[in-house]
């Protein structure tokens, strides 16, 4: 459930930790739709990066069809996803780890974009990233607000003013990764000094 930098960040990180790694299994909070050997893929990323270093097989990663045309592989993911949580109205995965881009979206999930308030959807599509690639899928809020535990991960200088303009929002500006707010869950967030040089209401 990793995504851009931080599946790279994790891929060097998971295979240092002891776990039974047969209990394993990794979906995706969102994926670009483009083709498994494209440097822009995140299962790329797992599959060089993970597979033959951890006792993880192929098949405990969760992959996007990306053969399919997005409408169809956002679909064809929201059914896997529920296959692996039969009976449940919304799946409950037990940890996301999340990033934050520059202007504030976490998964494929952008500021102004009609996503923000999709309520029947879990895996949806978007032919209209505002980043490149434009195709997309991606979980939504209902999903990601039903999770266990949700932890974004910042470094650098650089994060630090979307850092604060995100924890330490007056509810006039609710950026998409504001929005992350596990209903019986907990919310983490792992920040460097120069990622939280900005935040006045928090000890550091």
Not at 7 to 20: R, V
Not at 33 to 62: C, H, M, R, W
Not at 109 to 125: S, T, Y
């Amino acid at each position: 459930m990793f995504r851009g930098s931080m599946a790279k960040f994790l891929c060097s990180g998971l295979p240092t930790i002891s776990t039974d790694w047969s209990k394993w299994k990794l979906f995706f909070c969102d994926e670009r739709l483009v083709p498994f050997g494209d440097n822009d893929s995140t299962y790329k990323v797992y599959k060089e990066n993970l597979i033959g270093k951890v006792a993880l097989k192929l098949d405990q990663i969760i992959a996007i069809d990306p053969s399919m045309p997005v409408i169809e592989a956002a679909e064809d993911y929201a059914n896997k996803v529920k296959a692996a949580f039969p009976g449940n109205e919304l799946p409950c995965f037990d940890m996301l780890m999340l990033g934050m881009g520059p202007d504030g979206h976490t998964c494929s999930l952008f500021p102004g974009h009609k996503l923000l308030e999709e309520k029947k959807l879990i895996i949806a599509p978007i032919s209209d990233s505002p980043k490149p690639p434009p195709s997309r899928v991606t979980m939504t809020f209902p999903v990601v607000n039903n999770t266990r535990c949700a932890v974004f991960a910042s470094c650098g200088e650089g994060k630090a003013e979307m850092v604060q303009r995100v924890l330490e929002n007056d509810g006039t500006e609710l950026l998409p990764a504001a929005r992350v707010e596990p209903h019986s869950g907990d919310l983490f967030w792992l920040l460097d000094a120069g990622a939280a040089k900005n935040l006045t209401k928090y000890k550091l």
